[in-house]
């Protein structure tokens, strides 16, 4: 059988796919792009386009409940339709997706193979009818949501991330497990549309927060839009009459359906490793290159599990390619600083190192809290809190979680101070302008820089040390 061969094959034209691939193509023209479709990305078609479009329209709509403190009559005369909100986030979807769509067309050429790949061995993929040989094979296929098997037994009763946006409607009473950040951004904008919404959550910990205090923030904000029962095991049963019974604990309610978001899986299985000897779910993959040990493979994106975020899913591609096509060289320190944000309300962000990973000693904790921070009082936006952490005695930030209003862009400011190994005190030097949601921050900082070794509190901050958030105080 004649076999088709190539420098690097790509199997997946996602965002990490995509990456390697326009990588690979900067070095050498002998490159395939292996995907079946339909095409698009996760983030355009099923992730972070179309959800983002629901809870604007959820947010939007919200904001009737503060019209009539600002002078505005008529909120009661509203109402939330969800087939037309739905139907929003689809036309957005195809625009994205779709946009997507003829990028890739456009940059793989011929070299895309729209066909399900296979590993043959760990040099040759099986692409529907063609036989291909790689030098270098990148897996790039993404993940899917979890179902369990038990909740299968109730069909289309049970929506994922991935078939949520195309319903044309939704039950009035529905029920969300699992509370990271796909669970906690639907439920509430869901919430927010007008359905009755309960969580549940095997975890106490929600949107992937780790700080036990900016938890326990954020929780106290969800729960006073919808109820949350968090640390215990959610079971689904069918009643009688066709409704969905869910119990936690000695909670339960009635639904007419589910979401469920208690995480996602790899989709390597099927795909061939078993016949090289490799368990999809105990992958000997490397962090930093993505490399299957010493094989040829490489895995990058949603598939390795490590980092399920688009920016890193987008560097992974591109290090995995690099790496492919230069495995003597080393790319290693091009990774970034950790950035994850959830757009709840309050927003989450957690940057650098989380509250869970920091020594045991030698760090203080600055802290916010956002209940009298001018900017938010006047927006109706001031529930949440803000915890930066630093290195007692050189005053270096390493992280930050936080809830807050606009934690994107203080996420945002923390991830590069941090890539720029600055110190509290530094960042105090900065201009802070009133009145801004980021002035919060500066009474972060402050607290972590009094706490920080005596030397550090120098004249190179007195100027801000005059200077409160509150001119007046």
Not at 81 to 91: E, Y
Not at 178 to 183: H, K, N, V
Not at 360 to 376: I, N
Not at 380 to 401: I, P
Request: one cysteine or more.
């Amino acid at each position: 059988m004649n076999e088709r061969r190539t420098d690097i094959a790509v199997i997946g034209a996602g965002s990490a796919g995509l990456s390697a691939f326009r990588e690979a193509l900067r070095h050498t023209e002998n490159v395939l792009l292996i995907d079946p479709g339909p095409l698009g990305t996760t983030c355009a078609r099923t992730g972070c386009m179309p959800s983002k479009a629901l809870i604007h329209t959820a947010a939007t709509f919200y904001q009737r409940h503060f019209f009539k403190d600002q002078g505005v009559d008529g909120a009661e005369m509203l109402s939330g339709k969800i087939p037309l909100a739905l139907k929003r986030v689809r036309t957005h979807r195809e625009r994205f997706a779709g946009g997507m769509e003829q990028r890739t067309h456009e940059l793989a050429g011929n070299r895309l193979i729209s066909e399900r790949a296979v590993l043959l061995d760990e040099n040759r993929i099986q692409a529907g009818p063609q036989t291909i040989r790689a030098e270098r094979i990148i897996l790039a296929v993404g993940a899917e949501p979890i179902v369990p098997d038990d909740w299968k037994l109730f069909g289309d009763r049970v929506l994922t991330s991935e078939t949520i946006f195309e319903q044309k409607d939704l039950p009035k009473r529905m029920a969300v497990i699992g509370l990271g950040p796909i669970g906690l951004e639907l439920g509430q904008a869901l919430s927010r549309l007008g359905l009755d919404i309960t969580a549940f959550s095997f975890n106490e910990q929600i949107g992937g927060l780790s700080d036990p205090q900016v938890n326990r923030e954020l929780i106290r904000c969800i729960k006073a839009e919808f109820p949350l029962y968090l640390g215990k095991l959610a079971e689904v049963d069918e009643l009688e009459s066709g409704e969905l019974i869910v119990r936690s604990d000695h909670h339960e309610v009635q639904v007419d359906a589910l979401l469920a978001a208690v995480g996602v899986s790899p989709n390597l299985n099927g795909i061939g490793l078993e016949k090289l000897g490799i368990n999809p779910k105990e992958l000997p993959c490397d962090a930093k290159t993505g490399q299957l040990g010493d094989r040829p493979i490489y895995v990058a994106g949603d598939a390795n599990g490590y980092r399920p975020v688009l920016h890193e899913a987008v560097d992974e591609g591109t290090l995995a390619a690099a790496h492919a096509l230069r495995p003597d060289q080393d790319f290693c320190n091009c990774r970034r600083v950790p950035l994850r944000i959830v757009f709840s309300d309050p927003e989450i962000a957690v940057v650098g190192t989380a509250f869970s990973e920091l020594p045991e000693e030698g760090v203080v904790t600055g802290v916010v809290d956002f209940e009298d921070q001018a900017r938010a009082v006047i927006e109706n936006r001031n529930a949440g809190r803000l915890h930066v952490y630093a290195e007692q005695k050189s005053g270096r930030l390493l992280g930050a979680e936080m809830c807050a209003p606009d934690a994107a862009s203080f996420g945002h400011l923390l991830a590069l101070a941090i890539q720029q190994q600055c110190t509290v005190v530094e960042l105090l030097q900065m201009p802070f302008y009133h009145p801004t949601l980021i002035e919060a921050l500066r009474t972060a900082l402050r607290h972590a820089a009094e706490q920080c070794d005596r030397e550090l509190k120098t004249n190179a901050h007195l100027l801000d040390w005059c200077c409160a958030e509150s001119p007046l105080t």
